[in-house]
């Protein structure tokens, strides 16, 4: 199986999308002649001509609502945020419009439309460019939102997201675009509303989503060491969860530690540590542990900024509480 | 088609609204848009559009009076036209009828897949308290949702020492319902003997010489005494010089009373009263004894007020008629002690020539609430009522 | 603008122009008693003296190609779309019967048959969206228009200029029509804009802008039908500003104390329906007995609509929870 970046997966996705289904089309920030501000669109333009692939001015809440106009009216886009912190910008289009169009015209419109792009902390880019937004989004009915982690994930749930005939938020990460991992040449999709387990164990359970899954897992070898077995749970979907997966894994370990990136109070990671607290509430064996980010704007300085973030050696202190270790 | 003009919501809280003046009057032609009346609502005085246009047929709603919402105010129509009273508004459909909950839909996700484990289901509560007690969890029959053991099922589970106590009630009980005297004969009592320490003395009375008395009494005169007038009499004598015997404890006060009021405690089918003697050390024994005849016989007719039997000093219990020897009785509040009379019967008496004596007997017992009374003041007081009983003067 | 020669029109689709405003107004003054009735609840904001904007645009267009879309205040567009007015007065009812299964209500009507796409509650934000229905015709090269209506308020918003700068960049099929009624809620526009003349925004956007006689159903019907041929032949955009006026305040709990009642009264006097008989009659095309006609047939015709709502039932709890996702047909 060909390794390639996550980068490639994206572009493979909606250059395969497109060449599939001619409603498809990419509009956005410096999609076409720069090739995207992250290069996920590198080569579209060239093949799929102006037509198709978008350059917008600056104007997120204006190209985002032109998207959800289109997509009523029958075509398939697929909307770059250069980067989720000027979603906010848009937050007015999708939670006002896209998600709720249908359900306020009692089911007569569908709304098939991406919107993508990076989310979560990068490095050394302050409070308004470090941003993990995913609450916002999974808040919200009448949206489905997906945070792969991987490549084949990546492009699996992205060809689903445009195929999709509803509102589909993808949250990437910017420091996720450079890793690489396996992806069949063979065309798949990976469904959305399912998770996936990344790493089996039977001592705890992690649960995690989008570019900290990689902390998880480096965590979870940590502990093999120590001869703890963690179970890595890959949320995958954040909108709708796989509740099923959850319950299954957590009845497995019997403890549990979440880990979501964002700010602690009601987000993603929040919501699952309730979920597991009240569906597996006979069956754990220790409180329920989430590793968030630290309720603060996020600072310049590096040394601070990995501080606010969730590592390594914050899960494993997590897991040890959970197994009553220290 | 004449049309009946409906009072509006001017306001989105008001129920109804007044009319303050009408501006088009019986017989005028209207515009769709003209100002028929103005209105006030809860909030403002605001103009009323007309609806419809024509002639104004009939003003159904005269200036000054309040109109509920939907209730018509005028009738609008073509000139000639004939129209019929206006009728009540139909019943409004309110706007949040609900429509039968069966099922209440739930989200399509949020069942509870079932747990894959043999695991128990049990609270960390139930868990730490079966801990506690040495309990095997798993022996515990859970009554939670889905058997989970919660903290009631453990707490039954752990075992206890054999309770004495009876079951309260058995299947062919009849369970009858307190009635207001019980229940204040049973907050009285109880307050009584749990706030009031007693304690109890007791005497032999010889009562040779008050039967004699009271025989001679009795013979000679046409007014029949009876023997509980006689002692609450003597009460009231020998109590003139135990002040404290005739007193009340009042929240961190002690009340001496000057007034003598004795009561006695008299049986009823619905309870126990004790109706009061006012007075007593002013009164003489005839007095004391009509006084006491009248109270009994109000009793027993259930005409008694609160006049009659509130506020007494001392009360007097007597089971002699009931043939008890002795026993001991419960103070009556604002009392601070209770005399306890036994029944006269014959007894042998040790004299203090060593001989024995058959005497005409009484046992006397004093219950004292110990906040006022000390034991030595009590003994004092029973001691010179014994002396006074056998020994009357008359 | 002077108005157009009456004359030019033949009588039928003068009479039709007249029906519908009439339909219009007879339609919302009952609502107005609806919600007086409490039998309407929430926000309804009534149209009762705009109906020669709608009337006007939407008699240029053909709806098996053409767009429309607009803001809250939108019964009088949904009537004019060719809705039910039964289906209509039912949505505002809350009723199952409704056009939207009484989950939109007055402000979310919406019919995608009739490409009618709502009935939207936010103030500017359908605008983009109406850009991205210009966007769709012309990816696909079809050969409709997109008719976007909002009022004064929502000129001020980022979306109208985000929506109407790439409109004018990527030259879009699109007829922006702004219904200045004079007020954005209880504000004069007078005090909310910077320009007054609001169509010299078109301008920045390289688009035509012009200023219509709102209360002239004719003038408006001509101006929307130069900007359609626009639209449709050359895919040019244009901003008109139809200076109209409503009668009613904002919504049906706004007493509107903040305007004189001589300027209603002033704008009373040029009612659009009261110009068009008049002008129709003055050139021997209509009787007053015509006239009686149809206002018993518009009369009726509420009157149906809500004998049908007040009969039809509610929604079942059960449907809360439909409507939220399409099922993916793949």
Known sequence: MPEITYREALNQAIDEEMARDDRVFLIGEEVALYNG??????????????????????????????????????LRPVVEWMTFNFSIQALDQVINNAAKMRYMSGGQFK???????????????????????????????????????????????LKSAIRNDNPVVMMEAELLYNTKGDVPKEEYLVPIGKADIKRSGTDVTLITFGKVLHLAVSAAEQLQAEGVSAEVLDLRSLRPLDEEAIVASVAKTGRCVVIDES???????????WLVSNKCFDILDAQVELVAGLDVPMPYNHRLELQVQPSAEKIVTAVKKVLYKN | MAENIPMLALSPTMEEGV??????????????????????????????????EGTLLRITAAQGQSIAIGETIAVIGAQDEQIETPQKPKQQEVLTEEVPRKNIPQPPKTSMPPLATAKLRSSPLARKLAELHGLDISSVKGTGPEGRVIEADVKQAIPKTPAA???????????????????????????????????????????????????????????????????IKFVAEVMQRHPVINSSWQDDKIVQHRTCDIALAVSQPDGLIAPVVRQCHTKSLTQIDSELKALVEKTHAGSLTSADYANSTFTISNLGSFGIDEFTAIINPPNSAILAVGKISKQPVVGDDEKIQIHQCMALTLSCDHRLIDGAIGAIFLTDLKEMIENPRQ | MNSPDITKYDKSFLSSLLQQMLLIRRFEEKAAQMYGLRKIGGFCHIYIGQEAVCTGAIATVDLAKDYIITAYRDHGHALTVGMDPKVVMAELFGKITGCCRGKGGSMHLFDEQKHFYGGHGIVGSHIPLATGMAVK??????????????????????????????????????????????????????????????????????????????????????????????????SKPSLLEIRTYRYLGHSMSDPATYRTKKEVAKYKSQDPIVILRDRMTAAGMFTEDEYVVMDKDCKSIVTEAIDFAEQSKNPEIETLYEDILAETQE
Not at chain 2, 22 to 49: F, P
Not at chain 2, 185 to 207: E, Q
Not at chain 3, 172 to 192: H, K, S, W
């Open chain 1, 111 to 157: 709304l098939p439309i991406v919107f993508r792009g990076p989310n979560g902390p990068a490095e050394y880019l302050a409070a308004q460019h470090s941003q993990a937004l995913a609450a916002f989004y999974a808040h919200t009915p009448g949206l489905l939102v997906i945070s792969p982690a991987t490549p084949y994930d990546a492009k699996g749930l």
């Open chain 3, 137 to 234: 015709i012309k990816y696909k090269n079809e050969d409709g228009v997109v008719l976007c209506f909002f009022g004064d308020g929502a000129i001020h918003q980022g979306s109208f200029h985000e929506a109407l700068n790439m409109a004018g960049l990527w030259k879009l099929p699109i007829v922006y029509i702004c219904e200045n009624n004079q007020y954005g809620m209880g504000t004069d526009f007078r005090r909310a804009s910077a320009v007054n003349e609001l169509s010299k925004l078109a301008a920045s956007y390289n688009m035509p802008g012009s200023r219509v006689d709102g209360m002239d159903v004719l003038a408006v019907y001509q101006s929307v039908t130069d900007a359609v041929k626009l639209a449709r032949e050359r």
């Open chain 1, 37 to 74: 501000a992250y290069k996920v669109s590198r080569g579209l333009y060239d093949k799929y001509g102006e037509k198709r692939v978008i350059d917008t001015p600056i104007t997120e809440g204006g190209f985002t609502g032109i998207g959800i106009g289109a997509a009523m009216a029958g």
């Open chain 1, 263 to 273: 700010c602690p109070v009601a987000s993603v990671g929040s919501y699952v540590a």
């Open chain 2, 19 to 52: 009319i303050v003046k009408w501006i088009k009057h019986q017989g005028d032609i209207v515009a769709q848009g003209d100002i028929l009346c103005e209105v006030e609502t809860d909030k403002a005085v605001m103009e009323y559009e007309s609806p419809a």
């Open chain 2, 165 to 231: 106590t009876p079951p309260l009630s058995r299947p062919d009980d009849e369970v009858i319902e307190i009635t207001p005297k019980r229940k204040l004969i049973a907050k009285t009592l109880a307050g009584s003997k749990f706030t009031s320490p007693h304690y109890y003395l007791k005497v032999n009375v010889i009562a040779d010489s008050l039967i004699a008395t009271r025989q001679k009494h009795n013979a000679e005169s046409d007014h029949k005494i009876s023997l509980n007038a006689f002692l």
